[in-house]
């Protein structure tokens, strides 16, 4: 009697503490929710206004986004960033993510000016090797900085490609296919600019992105 008075004991006290460790659970994360999607909005835009800068333009990256149709991009739909000054856009940031990286997927977005050249590139997120493909990150090494400035004159430009390839970007030493996934990546942004210019130039909205 004694033993089934104790288990009832103990079961009740288990229930008890599992329920309070739930909620305090729900609580936590509701109360940290603002926080946790205000901070991802930081580190997004930290990102878009490395390759755009602010005082280059009159608008809100984060606010002036259009949302196109784009599974060459790597994303059934894409939000593409606007950035303008004086009601016209000057530049767009597209999101590629590039599935032939060494350990992963590789996510990138890539501003491009409305002349067609490459404003900037930056890696959002990875998988590759400390040390090798991890130079993609501009935390370890300025080699995403290559590719500023830089224009594809044709959709077929054999230059757009590592220089093992016969292209003009470098590759790592001893790690030649996370740096081709990326110029890959930022020539498939390229082209499907090229495609798309007219409506991604256009100073007004074709989609609310969601």
Sequence with gaps: ????????????GISIFAIVTAGLIAITQVST??????????QQAKALYEIISRDSIDNDLLQDVISIEA???????AKIYQAKRDNKVKAVIVPVMSPDGYSGDI??????NADNSVAGVRVLSHKETPGLGDKIDLRKSDWIMSFNEKSMISSNDSSWAVKKD???????????I?????????????????????L?????PMKEAS
């Design 178 to 198: 996370t740096p081709r996934a990326v110029v890959n990546a930022v020539g498939q942004a390229l082209r499907f600019f090229k495609k798309n210019r007219d």
């Design 200 to 204: 991604l130039l256009s100073p007004k």
């Design 1 to 12: 009697m004694e033993l089934l008075t104790s288990l009832r004991e103990n079961t009740v």
């Design 166 to 176: 016969g292209g003009q970007f470098d590759q790592f030493t001893g790690a030649t």
């Design 33 to 42: 929710k603002d926080q946790i999607i205000e901070n991802e909005r930081a």
């Design 71 to 77: 599974p060459e991009l790597g994303y059934p739909l």
């Design 107 to 112: 996510s990138l977005i890539v501003g491009i």
